[in-house]
Structures are given as C-alpha cells and as structure tokens.
C-alpha cells in the first residue's frame, strides 16, 4: 500500500539555524500539507500546497516558514531560522483531490524537530 | 477550530466492540464526517470518512445519524494495537486544512 513518508526521523538543531524537512508523497496524489505538533498538543495544519503553489496557509506559518516540492517526488518544509518553540512533531500530508469527490489526507509518519 | 465534541476517554475490552461517539451538532450540509486516529506520537491514521449514509471498512464502522448531529465510529472487535488517539473531523469538499480537536483517548484493555 502506498504511503507517505519522512526523513529525517529525528532532527536536532540549534536556535538560529536552518532546517529542512523532507517529504515523499503517495506519487498520484496532487495536494501535499503540512502539519505540526508540539508535544502534548493539537495536530495543528500548517499549509496545503497544490501546482507548485501554497492554497492555503494557517497563522503559524510565517515567513520563517517556506515550502518547496524541488522535483516531482519530494516535498520540504523549511525554518529558515528556527526558535526554541518550533520544537514539534512535523507531519507531512497528501491527497488525490479526484478521488471521488472527497479529499481524504493521508499522513506520513512525522520528524521530531528538537531546537536546542 | 473543531465543531465536534468528543468524550476524553473511553476504556473497551479487548475483543469487544468499541464505540466512540461524536457530536456535531452544527455540521452543515456539505461536511462530511471523518475519522483519523493517533497511535502514540504516530501520524495521524486514516480511517473512515461518511456524508450521510452510514460506512464501513476493512477497519471500522460509521453510523450517522439521521439527523446528522452526531455520528458513532465502531471498531468491532477492538485489538490492543487499537489504543490510541481517536479524532472525529468535519470537512468539506475544498477545505484543505483539517482541525483537529482533542479527540478521544481509548484504551483498549487486555
């Protein structure tokens, strides 16, 4: 069965730095999102991302945030300088928006982010 | 955020089905009802998902009531592997963001 997955698993940087996190969507799907965590809290959507453009976008992502699909099979997520409370789970998301007039999303299995 | 109220918490014995409501009392005619759950710090899982009429899966259940204000997902013969977080979402046709809730923690007891 197709899934969506995620490098790296775990990530530790240190404040100021930049990070990128990456993504392999299921290969038919045409919408890819993210989302976060931090621990003890809400799955919190981040942005939805279709034809090489950002459709949607929550308040958290600001424009320490930016996404990128580089080639026809990844999809990253970068922090250009990352803070203490970007520490999160970051899930990775797709969709086939032709799949019978629903838009079921499907997760990968998320990278830790921990910002030192 | 979330139109949905979910229970906390529910415990189900092992081998036995597992039903955990949600009430969506607002849910507006072109939402549909889905289900994901969470498995420890795990991605969200899909599961189910129904507009009116009641569904079933490989995984689970959904009966919907008539009325469309609330909705019950079934996990028929609940397995310890099925502890974990459930989330009951309301979404459109469009919307790209989903908001989740807090869900309902079941655990499922030996």
């Known amino acids: 069965e197709p899934e969506v997955t995620q490098t790296p698993s775990h990530q530790v940087t240190q404040m100021g730095q930049e990070v990128i996190l990456r993504c392999v969507p299921i290969?038919?799907?045409?919408?890819f999102y993210w989302y976060r965590q931090i621990l003890g809290q809400k799955v919190e959507f981040l942005v939805s991302?279709?034809?090489?453009?950002?459709?949607?976008k929550s308040e958290i992502f600001d424009d320490q945030f930016s996404v990128e699909r580089p080639d026809g099979s990844n999809f990253t997520l970068k922090i250009r300088s990352t803070k203490l409370e970007d520490s999160a789970m970051y899930f990775c998301?797709?969709?086939?928006?032709?799949?019978?007039?629903?838009?079921?999303?499907?997760f990968g299995p998320g990278t830790r982010l921990t910002v030192l | 955020d979330a139109k949905t109220t979910q229970p906390p918490s529910m415990d189900c014995a092992e081998g036995r089905a597992a039903n955990l409501p949600c009430n969506h009392s607002?849910?507006?005619?072109?939402?549909?009802v889905y289900w994901y759950r969470q498995i420890h710090s795990q991605g969200p899982q899909y599961i189910i998902h129904?507009?009116?009429n009641n569904e079933t899966n490989e995984m689970a259940s959904l009966i919907i009531t008539e009325d469309r204000k609330s909705s019950t997902l079934i996990l028929p013969h609940a397995t310890l592997r099925d502890t974990a977080v459930y989330y009951c979402?309301?979404?459109?046709?469009?919307?790209?963001?989903?908001?989740f809730g807090s869900g309902t923690r079941l655990q499922v007891q030996p």
């Open positions: 998301a797709s969709s086939d928006p032709d799949s019978g007039g629903t838009d079921t999303q499907y």
């Open positions: 290969s038919n799907h045409l919408y």
């Open positions: 991302f279709y034809n090489n453009e950002i459709s949607e």
């Open positions: 607002t849910i507006s005619g072109n939402e549909y």
């Open positions: 129904g507009l009116k």
């Open positions: 979402i309301l979404t459109y046709t469009g919307r790209r963001a989903l908001t």
